[in-house]
């Protein structure tokens, strides 16, 4: 989780009911155990509950919100800017049978990086040597004849996946801070 980009980490979870009959989804439970010389604390067994229904044999996606804006917030103001910090995610679904019968999935393990700027992506396409010689890929400064493919947009900026130093830029309202920040 690119902090620089990134407020909250929504992970989609694949569930598959293996069982043969419907299971009601009740809660999930997680938990984000960072190394022991973080320089924060991080939640710690938080239930927060899971609506839905899965047939036998069919997967439900369910989308949960594993570090909210306010964790982002706290996290983004953490010392991580020469550093990422690796932490452990642990969750485990509960459902019930119609007839009440609880059922808990065992216990997924994960890993979890938080990190500032670690997810710009300097694509050599897209860079060029600006006026004053620097390498750069500021949206503003394309010199004429560069034609750099097009921007490949993501669904969550700053999560799982590299975000172009293009787009980076276009993330910061001050676009002088933008291309400062992204640049390579």
């Not at 938990?31 to 239930?47: H, I, K, T």
């Not at 949960?64 to 990422?84: F, I, N, R, Y």
């Not at 995610?89 to 700027?117: D, K």
Request: aromatic letters at 8%; a negative charge.
């Amino acid at each position: 989780m690119d902090l620089l980009f990134a407020g909250q980490y929504w992970f989609d979870a694949r569930l598959e009911n293996r069982t043969k009959d419907v299971l009601l989804l009740k809660t999930v439970e997680f938990s984000l155990l960072p190394p022991e010389d973080a320089p924060f604390a991080l939640p710690q067994g938080v239930r927060m509950p899971i609506a839905g229904t899965i047939e036998p044999g069919q997967e439900f996606v369910a989308p949960l919100e594993l570090v909210d804006v306010t964790l982002g917030w706290v996290l983004s103001a953490a010392p991580l800017d020469a550093l990422s910090v690796e932490v452990e995610v642990r969750l485990s679904v509960e459902a019930e049978h119609p007839s009440g019968r609880a059922f808990r999935t065992e216990v997924f393990v994960m890993p979890l990086t938080f990190c500032w700027g670690c997810l710009i992506k300097h694509d050599p396409e897209v860079l060029f040597v600006d006026e004053d010689g620097e390498l750069s890929c500021d949206l503003r400064k394309f010199p004429a004849g560069h034609n750099p493919p097009s921007i490949r947009e993501v669904c969550r900026p700053g999560q799982d996946e590299p975000v172009d130093c293009r787009l980076c830029q276009r993330l910061f309202v001050d676009l002088d801070t933008g291309a400062e920040v992204c640049a390579p």
